[in-house]
């Protein structure tokens, strides 16, 4: 009997525990799949905004909502806990991503710099500095090469150059999408190897990094 009394008020205690449940909800929504993705992200920010004294699991949280390609909710979701825990280099961190994603490239910067005067000595944000700088470069070659896409007579070795930097930059469905104009523009065999190639994506156990290599191979020897 006291055993039974005992687990209905862990249950009770439990259950009228506003930040527990937040978190139960979350676990819940992430074993669902891409198909509650949304609302995962909701959760997320409904925990940061109400229970953010958490500061560890509301990081991994804002990891969460950059993974899932909420840029801008990751960035007000820092800026609610940066309220909180102002000294905290992590989230400017994780800030900068989250902008460096958008494109931002100047605000991440600035993120970052100012992390390293909170703590000098940090390796990770000092890393993601020439990171970002490197990124930033690709992406002003990538505006020149949207450019130089108007009015252009061969837009092949333009959007072949284009391919290539997204490929850089990890942005695999540019890259995908630039090697799909490009299987149009020369011969029905590049259309043919194009579309075998986007099928065995969606079949084969290859890492899909490898086989965009190979396509961008492919259409760099034309």
């Given amino acids: 009997m006291r055993s039974l009394i005992t687990l209905f008020l862990i249950l009770f205690v439990f259950g009228c525990n506003p930040e527990k449940k937040s978190r139960s909800k979350i676990e819940a929504l992430e074993h669902v799949g891409e198909s509650q993705k949304y609302a995962l992200g909701v959760a997320c920010m409904e925990y940061i905004s ?6 560890p699991w509301s990081k991994i949280l804002v990891r969460k909502l950059i993974a899932a390609g909420f ?6 979701g820092v800026e609610l806990l940066l309220k909180k825990f102002p000294g905290e280099p992590e989230l400017l961190l994780l800030r900068s991503t989250a902008y460096r994603n ?7 910067m600035e993120d970052l710099q100012h992390g390293l005067k ?3 000595g940090n390796d990770n944000l000092s890393q993601e500095v020439t990171a970002l700088n490197n990124e930033h470069e690709l992406w002003k070659e990538i505006e020149r090469l949207n450019q130089s896409l108007r009015g252009s007579p061969d837009s092949f070795p333009i959007l072949l150059n284009r391919a290539e930097d997204f490929f850089k930059m990890r942005q695999y469905d540019a890259v995908l999408y630039d090697l799909g ?6 011969s029905p065999e590049d259309s043919i190897y194009y579309t075998e190639k986007v ?3 969606y079949k084969d156990n290859r ?16």
Avoid: C
């Fill in 199 to 201: 099928i065995a994506l």
């Fill in 102 to 108: 958008l494109h931002q490239y100047g605000l991440a």
């Fill in 118 to 120: 909170l703590q000098p």
């Fill in 71 to 76: 840029y801008p909710e990751a960035i007000y």
């Fill in 50 to 55: 109400q229970h953010g004294n958490n500061l």
């Fill in 181 to 186: 104009s490009l299987s149009k523009m020369r």
């Fill in 207 to 222: 890492r899909p990094v490898d086989m965009l290599a190979e396509m961008l191979e492919y259409f760099g020897r034309k």
